[in-house]
């Protein structure tokens, strides 16, 4: 069976990985990206086409795909006037990677539907090792026929695919997700800090702690950083700090406010302001620790 041509924008860590893994699986792809270091890695590899505009991959491409930083990015790369709407033709999918705003998502879903097309909102999970090799956890959602169109495909991307529902459930269970995982780390590196400024041993309480309910990979990524001094988690104070925000958006959005979600918010937003925006979410331990040195 002849393989869907693969159009793909938003190479970074994620994204470069994910479209190696599709050329080594023998994907003709496309790609766009203001980096044209990372094109050039594509291209060099062979059997890949830099594009233009998104326009132009969408008419060039079976399967479109996104892994971009925010919703805005999204929508602009949507909307613009040489936008991939307008690239998109009966029977062509969009599938955006990235972490959306689900009623962003549901907006663009409406749009592509009015010209034939479908979308899957597949936000992932694991690093950008397991997208080099094909082992994401895609938590994927959208009508039944486009995913079981596309499933071949988020297969070959993903070790573990779930299908969770109507379009946006796959951005809201990310949300949620990382809402939680998110809200975590940050009381767990304040903790921390606390028993530091109160000189208890961090190693200490990690064996306490770990002994206990408490015990989570998530306490093991913050006891890294807050005892080891080790960054491992891999993923950036500010993603959280925009991901907290979609978050409390989308509980807006539902009618309801979450104050759990707001506090994690301004603390994000507070080790962001002091600099730590591009640094492992546990090194917000940082910040508590210099709100409570004297």
Do not use: W
């Amino acid at each position: 069976m002849t393989k869907p041509v693969i159009g793909f924008i938003g190479l970074g860590l994620m994204g470069g990985n994910m479209v190696e893994n599709l050329q080594t699986r023998g994907f003709q792809v496309n790609v766009m990206d203001l980096n044209k270091d990372a094109v050039a890695k594509v291209i060099a590899r062979g059997n890949a086409t830099e594009v233009a505009s998104g326009k132009e991959l969408a008419e060039k491409s079976d399967i479109v795909m996104l892994a971009l930083t925010t919703s805005k990015v999204v929508e602009l790369v949507v909307y613009a006037e040489d936008g991939i709407l307008a690239g998109m033709s009966e029977g062509k999918t969009l599938i955006d990677f990235g972490t959306s705003i689900p009623d962003s998502t549901r907006k663009i879903g409406a749009a592509l539907a009015e010209k034939g097309c479908g979308m899957i909102d597949a936000p992932l999970g694991r690093t950008p090792a397991h997208a080099k090799d094909g082992l994401l956890n895609i938590m994927a959602a959208g009508d039944i026929d486009t995913f079981n169109k596309v499933k071949p495909v988020l297969d070959e991307q993903g070790e573990n695919v779930f299908h969770l529902g109507a379009l946006g459930a796959g951005h809201t269970t990310k949300l949620i997700n990382n809402f939680i995982g998110m809200t975590t780390v940050t009381a767990m590196s304040q903790a921390f800090a606390v028993a530091k400024a109160a000189g208890v041993d961090g190693q200490q309480l990690f064996d306490i702690m770990s002994a206990g309910p408490s015990n989570s990979p998530f306490m093991q990524f913050t006891k890294f950083y807050a005892v080891d001094g080790e960054e491992k988690l891999g993923f950036s104070v500010a993603n959280a700090n925009k991901d907290l925000g979609y978050f409390n958006q989308m509980v807006s959005d539902l009618g309801g406010e979450s104050l759990i979600a707001q506090g994690t918010s301004a603390n994000l937003q507070a080790a962001v302001d002091a600099g730590l925006g591009q640094n492992d979410v546990p090194v917000i331990f940082d910040y508590f620790n210099s709100k409570l040195e004297k």
